[in-house]
């Protein structure tokens, strides 16, 4: 596995464990460190575990010495990052290509190289291009990964689909065999060609980002004409073609794929010449709603924000991982700071180094401490830990208000309870 990252570690770790043995690279000397000497450097519920096991069965080893790892191994997948260009929606392929260098330089006999990493379509071509110099060593074909941060390992054992994309036959058998374990248990594999699997993956994600979004815009409908949205999403939900899933309101969606990846499907579309407006509608969306929630809590607390205390409960992108990637509370708390406010955030997953050199926004390690004298409580990820909160009890400020993106909070409970309570989608809350 090139790239010890989520995708990276979390698959190889898993790979490991249903009996392969696997090398896992990265560039990163900090990461390979870690470990070795046993710590994950990413928190994903249960990987621990599986690494502790793998790596005491000489099942899975870790390494920076990226030479080595290609010698001696004849599946090779490429997981490093595909993040968005700065300054562009084009996805930045320097990871990709660089570390496709390296497999051309240190492979001495034949290999399947496998890109794992979400690429724009024709990717593997131009992979080809790279190691056509020793054509007949490499197969070079496509297996997206869709796992979910947070559920990844779940993801890994149990996916909904298994996506091989080749040119060629023979690599299909190849990949049934190494998935066998998953599809003997039910996962669908799925073939197709390899620009196939490329595009398979950014319409899945582009998909998602627009259920997402599409309930997101109907919360702010909902709000305006009384009508409660989670009534809605369970209404259209519950018809097949739609399904329930993706469909709860909240902040705009983040996270280290959906950002860039819709920004990543409408840029290689550019390149055929084809408009994806929906898409481009949902990223416009998307960005906009980031500001209008950011805005409402001048609603709450007023134009003023000079010295009020807001304490955040989440800043991840969702809960169960440590991925700030693209989290509306980055775009949030600097906002709020800059205009004056006390920002405190707790956060299962740890202090964040994106915070700690703004001014006036501090980290605090438990829920109480965050919340205890504050003005506002934001909840913005939906940690199992955040579920059942007496505010009453920990709050010594009797003016408080909770400003709830995920609805995850009864509106009657905190009526009863006498607590100024604001939701997303729906009525007389806000
Ligand atoms: N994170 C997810 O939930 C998820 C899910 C599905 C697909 N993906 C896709 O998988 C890919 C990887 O995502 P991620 O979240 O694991 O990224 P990540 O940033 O967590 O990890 C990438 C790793 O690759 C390493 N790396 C980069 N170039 C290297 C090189 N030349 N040699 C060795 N190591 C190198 C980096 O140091 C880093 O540790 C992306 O294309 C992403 O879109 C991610």
């Not at 900090?30 to 096991?53: F, R, T, V």
């Not at 009534?231 to 969606?253: C, K």
Request: proline residues 3%; positive net charge.
């Amino acid at each position: 596995m090139i790239g010890t990252g989520y995708v990276g570690l979390v698959s190889g770790v898993c790979f490991a464990d249903i009996g392969n043995q696997v090398v896992c690279v990265d560039k990163d000397k900090n990461k390979i460190d870690k470990l070795n000497s046993g710590i994950s450097p990413i928190y994903e519920p249960g990987l621990d575990e599986l690494i502790k096991k793998n790596f005491i069965a000489k099942r899975l080893s870790f390494t920076t010495n990226i030479n080595g790892a290609i010698s001696s191994s004849d599946i090779i997948f490429i997981c490093v990052g595909t993040p968005t260009r700065k300054g562009s929606i084009k996805v930045d392929l320097s990871f990709v290509y660089k570390c496709t260098k390296e497999i051309l330089k240190y492979s001495k006999r034949k290999k399947i190289i496998v890109t794992k990493s979400t690429v724009p379509v024709g990717t593997g071509d131009e992979i080809e291009k790279i190691v056509k110099r020793k054509k007949k060593l490499f197969t070079v074909i496509s297996n997206p990964e869709f796992l979910r941060e947070g559920e990844a390992i779940r993801d890994f054992r149990y996916p909904d689909r298994i996506v091989i994309g080749s040119n060629e036959k023979k690599p299909f058998n190849i990949m049934k065999k190494l998935y066998a374990p998953l599809i003997n248990k039910g996962s669908k594999f799925f073939t197709t060609s390899r620009k196939g699997a490329e595009l398979i993956k950014y319409a899945s994600n582009a998909f998602l980002a627009t259920k997402i979004t599409f309930i997101n815009e109907l919360a702010n409908l909902c709000e305006k004409s009384g009508v409660n949205i989670e009534d809605i999403s369970l209404g259209m939900g519950s018809d097949n073609r739609i399904g329930g899933r993706f469909l709860r309101a909240g902040p705009a969606y983040g996270g280290s794929c959906f950002p860039k990846d819709t920004k990543g499907l409408v840029s290689a579309a550019e390149k055929y010449k084809i408009n994806l407006s929906v898409v481009k509608s949902v990223i416009k969306s998307n960005q906009e709603r980031v500001n209008l929630l950011t805005k409402r809590v001048h609603k709450i607390l007023g134009s003023n924000l000079k010295n009020k205390k807001i304490s955040f409960l989440g800043v991840t992108f969702k809960p169960n991982t440590d991925d700030m990637r693209d989290s509306s509370s980055l775009k949030m708390i600097p906002y709020l700071c800059k205009k004056g406010a006390k920002v405190r955030y707790y956060d299962p997953s740890g202090e964040k180094n994106e915070f700690k050199k703004i001014k006036n926004c501090n980290y605090r390690n438990n829920i109480k401490s965050n919340c205890n004298d504050t003005d506002l409580v934001v909840l913005l990820t939906e940690w199992d830990e955040f579920k059942s909160i007496d505010f009453k009890k920990i709050v010594k400020n009797n003016k408080f208000k909770v400003y709830d993106l995920r609805n995850l909070y009864s509106a009657e409970e905190m009526k009863k309870n006498k607590i100024k309570y604001y939701s997303v989608g729906r009525p007389n809350t806000n």
